[in-house]
């Protein structure tokens, strides 16, 4: 596809590893076709810090920016809905900020097209800025919107508004590109168009083992006290986990058949492959990666975070394994006593992914006229003063 030095910027959330995983493959991708990637934005918060390993694999510039994220509990565990938005609001001077060095980076580099991967601040670029280039957004939020898709009962308000903020983050999106565990069908009245999952070729290549352990990928470091406690009681089960803590430099071993890891993307998929399974917090992108090797997975969703719920739901459906409300291992490990079967269909389905997604960036490139107008005046149509 003619996609050859076509330039295109990234714009990334920070939050987990999911979209920074996706946002390595997409590069790896677009790169192949020829285009070039100049340069990432990603949102930071006080809470996380975006991991060495990222810095390396993006291997271009990698500016960090304030941006909205979920606030949790006193003992970093659940999700909290209004102090969520109370940080938000106290913090909307830096986040105008940030909308400001977003304006910066694409009067910098004039790239053809904008990838968001759920970057909340992208939708509020394009709803004052309203720049001349295109946009994508990528992530498999964009699947609740479809009309077609059934949300888990019982969660109205939840849904409504996971719904809405992934409306806010999409504004201006020329395409929404979901993510899915299964095909489904496209909804261009929304502009909403289903993807296979985005994984790196390194999963895909990964040769596997059953091995004697556990891998534990946690999204919130409080959640440690919870492995820990099931541990105490089963100190026979070896388990590996993988969480953003600022403590763990490498890696931290708590005994001799319990080990943290700090997040690191290599490491995590090695020992992956070579897992009797992977016990989660729900990530879309740690579960469709599980799949595709051939692992079960256990899910345990953040609590308060809506999007986790409805993953473990679906992905169960999709033959992934099954979920629960806490980590209760002992569980799953009954589970793996039975019989699983490799879901063949699911990795065919990750093999169309490419070219699915190419097809897409070609378009949207080429196509004349592909901006849409937003109603809301440019505020901020004058000289700017950005920031450093």
């Known amino acids: 596809m003619p996609l050859s030095n076509k330039k295109c910027l990234f714009l990334v959330q920070g939050e987990g590893r999911g979209h920074m995983m996706q946002s390595i493959s997409m590069k790896q991708l677009v790169e192949n076709a020829g285009m070039n990637v100049l340069g990432v934005l990603i949102g930071k918060s006080n809470r996380r810090e975006i991991p060495s390993f990222y810095y390396e694999r993006m291997d271009t510039s990698v500016i960090p920016i304030e941006s909205p994220n979920m606030a949790t509990d006193k003992n970093a565990k659940a999700i909290k809905a209004l102090p969520s938005l109370f940080n938000v609001i106290s913090k909307l001077p830096q986040f105008f900020r940030s909308l400001l060095i977003i304006h910066r980076e694409i009067k910098k580099h004039k790239p053809d097209v904008i990838i968001n991967f759920y970057e909340p601040l992208a939708g509020l670029y394009y709803l004052f800025f309203r720049p001349k280039i295109p946009m994508i957004c990528i992530g498999h939020h964009y699947m609740f919107n479809h009309p077609e898709y059934t949300m888990p009962e019982g969660h109205f308000f939840a849904s409504l508004g996971l719904k809405l903020w992934t409306g806010l983050i999409s504004i201006g999106a020329k395409k929404k590109l979901a993510l899915s565990f299964y095909p489904f069908d496209d909804c261009k009245d929304k502009s909403i168009y289903i993807i296979p999952p985005l994984l790196r070729r390194e999963v895909q290549n990964q040769d596997t083992t059953n091995g004697s352990y556990l891998l534990v990928y946690l999204l919130n470091s409080g959640y440690m006290e919870d492995i820990i406690h099931w ?14 803590n600022k403590d763990i430099v490498d890696y931290y071993e708590y005994d001799s058949t319990l080990v943290f890891h700090q997040l690191n993307d290599k490491k995590f998929l090695e020992m992956m492959a070579n897992s009797k399974g992977l016990v989660s917090t729900s990530g879309f992108e740690s579960v469709c ?21 409805c993953n473990s739901r679906d992905a169960a459906g999709a033959g992934a394994g099954l979920y629960d409300t806490s980590f209760k291992i002992d569980k799953f490990l009954t589970y793996l006593s039975g019989s699983y079967s490799e879901n063949e269909e699911f990795r065919e389905w990750v093999k169309k992914s490419e070219i699915t ?9 080429h196509e004349d006229n592909n901006v849409r107008q937003l109603r809301p005046y440019n505020v901020l149509n004058k000289k700017i003063a950005y920031p450093s």
């Open 231 to 244: 541990h105490s009681q089963n100190l026979q089960v070896k388990l590996h986990c993988f969480v953003d």
């Open 289 to 309: 990666e599980a799949m595709y090797l051939g692992k079960p997975v256990f899910m345990v969703p953040v609590e308060g975070h809506y999007e986790q719920f």
């Open 357 to 365: 997604i190419l097809k897409h960036i070609h378009n949207v490139v």
